[in-house]
């Protein structure tokens, strides 16, 4: 009898891996392109960031500077950006040197922060929904994803109108003694949460009674429309357990560079510096440059980035309303979450695949970001970082459902 093959004896797939096929990001944008629909899918913007910002990436190019390989822990003058926009924006002091660490995007930085910091059996707690990087970086390290949901609340219950909080009770309930580490996001994707002063130091205090690191996603932190970002690493206790990442895609609308940093302890920029280097060991040298003069843009850059999203924000949000949509606050982001039901829908997996012969209009199912999927059902997200007049016209089709 001839022997089995390799392939036969087990999947060629990683079976860490096995859950996770092609992203719906992929297979919801080339929908749009087989479809010719608007892709409000995908939160990339539909225009680039500023001139003068560009320019500097083409003056390093042309001047020889990020051509061959960086230093690893990313060029001087970026790490000092980095650490300068802590200090101004949120009193946090990091040295460039050691405490700082450039990477490929927010993406690596979360894959090398859980690989680093997480072994096999280690609990890691996430806000559910969550990116979808998130479970597949926890489960290449080897570690068991726990999902703490953020829940919708009504208009009766919320002022401000219906939008996703966080549980601070389940939140606690879900720690237990082989939780390793919190994995927070805010502002948070795809709900367009913004937590709060007073839930930033519940959890903060609940990370130092029960000795827990924490990463935090903080790639939108200049993109709040209701409220304000605090750095989870700015409350009492929290310096010394967290990484805080971020990036300039989001902030800069130069999503392809992918240009990401970390800010943490020594201790802890070295442990994830051990695992970014086995990664892409270093990445977008040209680019780094211009990020670091980006970070020095003046206050004014920042302010009207975000009011030309608030303002974006709400045209699409009125579109969707007047569309029959349940629409939920986002406070901040790229992204908008709206609820189907009341278009006597309720499976948002359906709806979206169906929607760009519907209407013209391709969006995401919420369903993709939850473990629990059937609480992730019927929620769709759309992004509203697209030039106004796609928006306009992305409303108009949608009118047509209603």
Partial sequence: ?????????????NRRLAEFGTTIFAEMSALAVKTGAINLGQGFPDTDGPESVREAAVRALRDGRGNQYPPGPGIPELREAVAEHQAKRYALTYDPDREVLVTAGATEALAASLLALVEPGDEVIALEPYYDSYAASIALAGGTRVPVTLRPTTAEDDSDGPRFRLDLDELRDAVTDRTRLLLLNTPHNPTGTVLTRDELAAIAELAVERDLLVVTDEVYEHLVFD??????????????????????GKTFSFTGWKVGWVTATPELVTAVRSAKQFLTFVSAGPFQYAVAEALALPDSYFHDLREDLRA?????AAGLTDAGFGVHRAQGTYFITTDIRPLGESDGFAFCRSLPERAGVVAVPNAVFYDHKDAGAPFVRFAFCKREHVLTEAVTRLAGLR
């Fill in 1 to 13: 009898m001839a022997a089995m093959t390799s392939t036969e004896r087990r999947p060629l797939l």
């Fill in 227 to 248: 409220g304000e970002h605090i750095p989870l690493a700015s409350f009492p206790g929290m310096r010394e357990r967290t990484v805080t990442i971020s990036s300039a």
């Fill in 312 to 316: 974006k924000r709400d045209l699409l």
